[in-house]
């Protein structure tokens, strides 16, 4: 499997080819369908495996790689649910030592997913309409 695009640039996993056509895959809607070959380049460096992510909406996919495992993943819902939170309720209510609830929220942060906040005058973190849109569409 290779990524391809057409004229107009479209990106498209590249799934059986002939002498005149090749059978394609759209990844963000999955359909499939038959285009001359001589409208489709390939895109270099571009892995189909990343292209078949596309059919994951973008928020989506950013909770995806930003939420590493379980704990992670709870710690965004969380906040989702009940923020904004203040950094001293965060530790007192969930099993996280400092050094590693610092770390995520850092992760959160840097993925676009957490925004700081002020919570009873003390600092704090809300999630933003990126992770609840994508937190949305996970529980969906």
Request: charged content about 30%; glycine content about 8%.
């Amino acid at each position: 499997m290779r990524t391809v695009r057409d004229d107009d640039g479209t990106r498209y996993l590249l799934l059986k080819e002939s002498t005149e056509s090749s059978l394609v895959r759209d990844p963000e809607t999955g359909e499939q369908q038959h285009l001359p070959n001589a409208d489709l380049e390939p895109v270099d460096g571009e892995s189909p495996l990343a292209t078949a992510a596309e059919g994951v909406p973008d928020a989506a996919r950013q909770v995806i790689t930003a939420a590493h495992d379980e704990r992670a993943l709870g710690l965004l819902v969380e906040l989702d649910d009940r923020g904004p939170l203040s950094v001293a309720e965060l530790l007192s209510a969930y099993d996280l030592c400092e050094s590693d609830l610092h770390g995520l929220l850092a992760e959160f942060r840097a993925a676009g997913l957490l925004a700081e906040a002020t919570v009873h005058g003390q600092r704090g973190y809300d999630t933003t309409e990126t992770a609840s849109d994508g937190l949305a569409h996970l529980r969906d």
